[in-house]
Nanobody, 122 residues
Framework: QLQFVESGGGLVQPGGSLRLSCKVS????????VGWFRQAPGKEREGVLC????????AYTDSVKGRFTISRDNAKNAVYLQMNNLKPEDTAVYYC???????????????WGQGTQVTVSS
């Protein structure tokens, strides 16, 4: 049974940092590319960044370049999203998902986590 456990979300002030975790069970995460997506109220789900199966490439949406990074720990079957210099516009529910390819298109991803809320506010 596939299971995603996302954690690390919360309330943070502008300029602060958070580290989101996505831990999976039921399959080996290193066989897949992993993407992080976010969805703010009233908006479509947006691809934030992704990492390829062999960790050789990543893709970022422009608004997070220089602030967010993605990494994985295959021994822990987990992927992480480090978010620095957070802005109010980063407020959203963040999801991890798996695919064969590192792409920011949500339609390419089959398996999804339940999401974790990130709120950036003073």
């Amino acid at each position: 049974q596939l299971q995603f456990v996302e954690s690390g979300g919360g309330l943070v002030q502008p300029g602060g940092s958070l580290r989101l975790s996505c831990k999976v069970s039921g399959f080996a995460l290193d066989y897949y590319a992993v993407g992080w997506f976010r969805q703010a109220p009233g908006k479509e789900r947006e691809g934030v960044l992704c990492i390829s199966r062999d960790d050789s490439s990543t893709a970022y949406t422009d608004s997070v370049k220089g602030r967010f990074t993605i990494s994985r720990d295959n021994a822990k079957n987990a992927v992480y999203l480090q978010m620095n210099n957070l802005k109010p516009e980063d407020t959203a529910v963040y999801y991890c998902a798996t695919s064969w390819l590192c792409t920011l298109g949500a339609s390419n991803y089959r398996n999804w986590g339940q999401g974790t809320q990130v709120t950036v506010s003073s």
